[in-house]
């Protein structure tokens, strides 16, 4: 259910070169409708990041569900650029609810002793549904007809698949509350999170910031400098960054969670210098060693960033406590994207892509240097 309602939110990846045609925006606006979606998952974590703590886990995924089906419904009627904005919102506010809740619902549901297999499981299906979305439709684009309506049409099938097995889940919240009790939260931390937190966060913040790139500005970059045009080759790029962050989530398990971070960061930088690389001689081979590499290294800062924090945070707190976590993630993924967006039209797709690169390789080098210097806390010591 949580890979179903984030495939909707990376589907209209490989179509936004479609509705360019169709309604005539520029690569600023492109980047401009991705960070709506960031904006809408932004808005909701902090508005009600902690609902599921209150009022249960199954409830605010089943509106989570809803958000994410009228999402697609007005992808289905777009008319104009409206539609884009409105449907990449509903998709925002439907993973904003998604995120906290999906997570801690799944560790929740782990049998006694799996919490961190659970962790895994409840990233990979976060990462393994952003990267199907761009596969699934590139290839729904590229092969079958109506690719601005058929790619949605299936997403709508998935979601009601998805809302009938909600059902017969078991709900984990004992205590549940009245829906009114739900208050905005303030970006506030338990203080035995708060050693863990800054470390974790600024990993994932520019881990997203990469995926951020990768799924608004890549597919623009591989038509007009690659002479690529086919959808599913553009979808499958996009989607190797997700499915490599994947694999190092997996990889965390042999690499442990205190290296994890440092180790992904050293990756994430390896990853955008080949980016670097792809932009100035317009290689396709090193765009996708770029996606595998910093994806690898995302995935292993990532799940590193939320184990530590899942393991120094109180069962009643978890969820507000993970939402805190992707608010500053999904900020990398809006803040830099239009940043790049502004300086295509003084420098150029490519020139705007090296600034970004730049701007991420130094904050990701300082994070490392952190992170190597004051390293993240073993379970055994945040326990203590």
Not at 28 to 52: D, H
Not at 82 to 109: C, H, K, P, Q
Not at 356 to 372: E, R
Request: glycine share 12%; net charge positive; proline share 6%.
């Amino acid at each position: 259910m949580f890979a179903v309602c984030m495939i909707g939110t990376t589907l209209p990846t490989p179509l936004y070169g479609l509705y360019q045609e169709k309604f005539g925006f520029s690569e600023l606006t492109v980047t401009v409708v991705y960070a709506v979606y960031a904006a809408g998952v932004i808005g909701m974590l902090l508005l009600a990041g902690n609902a599921s703590d209150a009022v249960g886990r199954r409830p605010v995924l089943l509106a989570g569900l809803g958000f994410a089906a009228v999402s697609a419904v007005c992808f289905l009627a777009a008319t104009g650029l409206d539609w884009l904005y409105a449907g990449r919102l509903l998709s925002g506010l439907s993973a904003g609810l998604f995120t906290g809740a999906a997570t801690a619902y799944v560790i929740e549901l782990a049998p006694h002793g799996g919490g961190s297999r659970a962790t895994f499981v409840a990233t990979a299906a976060n990462m393994g549904g952003l990267g199907c979305g761009p596969l699934l439709a590139g290839l729904l684009a590229q092969y079958a007809r109506w690719p601005l309506y058929l790619p949605f049409i299936v997403h709508l099938g998935m979601l009601a698949c998805s809302a009938a097995a909600l059902l017969w889940l078991p709900e984990t919240v004992r205590d549940r509350q009245p829906l009114r009790t739900v208050r905005p939260q303030r970006p506030a931390l338990p203080p035995s999170v708060r050693p863990v937190f800054a470390p974790a966060a600024i990993a994932s913040f520019v881990g997203f910031a990469l995926f951020g790139v990768f799924t608004s500005v890549s597919p623009a970059f591989l038509a007009e400098s690659l002479d690529v045009h086919n959808h599913a080759v553009t979808g499958l790029v996009v989607a190797l960054a997700f499915f490599a962050s994947t694999a190092g989530q997996w990889a965390v398990g042999r690499v442990g969670v205190v290296l994890s971070l440092p180790v992904g960061c050293a990756a994430l930088l390896a990853g955008l210098a080949l980016l670097a690389g792809a932009l100035a001689w317009d290689l396709l081979p090193l765009i996708i060693l770029s996606a595998l590499i910093g994806g690898g290294g995302q995935g292993l800062s990532f799940r590193g960033a939320m184990s530590a924090v899942a393991d120094a945070t109180t069962p009643d707190r978890r969820a507000a406590v993970i939402s805190a976590l992707f608010v500053v993630a999904y900020t990398g993924i809006s803040i830099p994207v239009i940043g790049v967006g502004l300086l295509v039209s003084p420098i150029g797709l490519e020139g705007a892509g090296l600034v970004f690169i730049a701007c991420m390789a130094l904050l990701v080098t300082t994070a490392g240097i952190y992170l190597l210097r004051r390293p993240v806390p073993t379970p055994d010591a945040s326990a203590a």
